[in-house]
């Protein structure tokens, strides 16, 4: 659900990227690229589904970071004002999404080819799951270059 549905409530991830002011996709400090934004999107509907369709529960969910972490997508919350079911479900839908994005290119959200690893040449250190073709892309980098993550976000 999007901000011009009537019914649109906004969710925990929503509220986190409106506060780093990034509605699309989370960019900043602790940033993902674009690819991963409807893995964020299904998450932000599994905390509602976590916590009770209806109500306002999902808001008790404090999101504290969103940021990719050797590779992969990393979701902290502070979770304290739910119960204990409704925080294991919240935990089980972390963990959910961050094995997904595994499976997912953070640059263009394809899931065929996937592949989580350093450059070809060794020459960038940093681990990132991307597809073929934008590994490819960020292995052909001149020095100095950067890769685009599809939303302004970069990375060498
Ligand atoms: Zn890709």
Redesign the pocket.
């Known amino acids: 659900m999007r901000p011009d549905n009537p019914n649109f409530r906004p969710c925990a991830i929503y509220h986190h990227r409106q506060w780093t002011n990034q509605p699309a996709v989370h960019v900043g400090h602790d940033a993902v690229g674009e690819?991963w934004g409807p893995i964020l999107d299904e998450l932000d509907h599994q905390f509602v589904m976590a916590t009770g369709i209806g109500t306002d529960n999902h808001r008790k969910i404090e999101v504290l970071q969103i940021k990719e972490k050797f590779g992969g997508l990393r979701v902290y919350v502070n979770a304290t004002q739910l119960t204990g079911a409704e925080r294991i479900r919240v935990i089980e839908a972390i963990d959910r999404a961050e094995e997904k994005s595994f499976q997912t290119?953070e640059?263009?959200?394809?899931t065929e080819g996937v592949e989580t690893r350093a450059n070809k040449n060794g020459r960038f250190s940093r681990v990132v799951t991307?597809?073929q073709?934008?590994h490819e892309e960020r292995d052909n980098l001149l020095p100095g270059q950067r890769l685009d993550l599809g939303n302004g976000n970069t990375i060498v």
């Open positions: 690819g290119c640059k263009c959200g394809s991307l597809c073709e934008h």
